[in-house]
């Protein structure tokens, strides 16, 4: 299947793995790309620019494909040291970027001077817009379904996607959500030119992660995700657990006067110990209502064929018939 993303990235697959904190290591990116997609190491898992460095050449060691790496530019008291990931990245030879969070636009000149091609993830249609205006080569909208930080205005992809293939003149993949070769025609067909998978890409058995994470996949519900720190306009979609529970519960009491600080214990340093340790109750941890449709755990390579297989069928068979 050949689109738009396909020929950026050149990739055989139009499927994007979407950088997630302490899950997208070099195995689970290698095996994306291996597969046909564009597997993503999410940089600041690595602690330091060195360690990226060394993460890059694990990837490297174990795939001729193309990948990328993510970077997200959050708030924060002191920033990590970008420019010096960004050379990592640079002399590790890699040629496509994932943004997120904050514009990458004072880094852009950075990363375009290098031929770095770069995938920014919106949440909006005007941020979007924004993106393209600054130089980036494609977009990655992420609707209201996705795990992680959905941003403020809570619209779904079936309004998102053909609101942004309205306004939008660069390549766009869908994220949130999917994870079905039905959903892949489905956003085709409302002007996106792929899909960016997350929590889908969790539950397979490549993916660096405790057995407990993955199972606590398959047993969830589309019902069982709930939104975090909306009173702070920092909303957080994640798995429901009693951490989530105590955070809701402080939201709930303390209203417009809640502090980060309130509930620095829920979310601060999570991530090791849910996806390293299995340690499921520790705090909160993305997660999208795509959990509802995840009821196995296969290798990346059989994922990604279901998908494309099952993608062509309805196209082919299906929606021709019709």
């Given amino acids: 299947m050949k689109t738009k993303i396909t020929e950026l990235f050149d990739i055989q697959h139009p499927i994007i793995q979407g950088g997630m904190h302490f899950v997208g290591f070099a195995e689970l990116v290698a095996a994306v790309s291996n597969a046909g ?10 602690k330091t620019p060195a360690d990226l460095a060394k993460e890059i050449s694990r990837c490297d060691d174990m795939t001729d494909k193309p990948f990328g790496v993510n970077l997200t530019f959050l708030p924060a008291f002191t920033d990590p040291p970008y420019a010096e990931y960004i050379q990592a990245i ?155 529970d105590r955070i809701l519960a402080k939201e709930k009491a303390l209203g417009d006067q809640l502090k980060i600080d309130d509930i620095i214990d ?10 390293i340790d299995g340690e499921m109750e520790v705090g909160a941890w993305s997660c999208g209502m795509v959990a509802g449709l995840i009821d196995d755990i296969p290798s990346v390579e059989s994922l990604i064929n279901g998908i494309m297989q099952e993608a062509e069928s309805i196209i082919g068979e299906r929606l021709a018939g019709l």
């Fill in 90 to 244: 640079i002399d590790g030879g890699v040629k496509i970027v994932e943004t997120a969070g904050r514009s990458p636009e004072a880094y852009m000149p950075l990363l375009k001077d290098a031929g770095i091609k770069v995938i920014h993830k919106c949440t909006s249609v005007r941020h979007a817009l924004k993106a393209e205006r600054i130089g980036c080569d494609a977009v990655s909208v992420d609707g209201f379904e996705c795990g992680g930080h959905p941003g403020e205005d809570d619209i779904p992809n079936l309004i998102l996607l053909p609101r942004a293939a309205q306004e939008l003149s660069i390549p766009f993949v869908a994220s949130g959500g999917l994870a079905t070769g039905a959903q892949l025609v489905a956003v085709l067909a409302l002007g996106a030119d792929g899909i960016n998978m997350g929590t889908r890409f969790m539950a397979t058995r490549e993916a660096p992660i405790h057995d407990n994470v993955k199972q606590a996949l398959i047993n969830a519900s589309e019902l069982d995700t709930r939104l975090i720190m909306r009173p702070i306009r920092n909303t957080e979609r994640v798995l429901a657990n009693t951490a989530v």
């Fill in 266 to 275: 829920e979310v601060a340093g999570v991530y090791p110990k849910v996806m």
């Fill in 37 to 46: 997609g564009l597997g993503i190491i999410t940089g600041l898992t690595q």
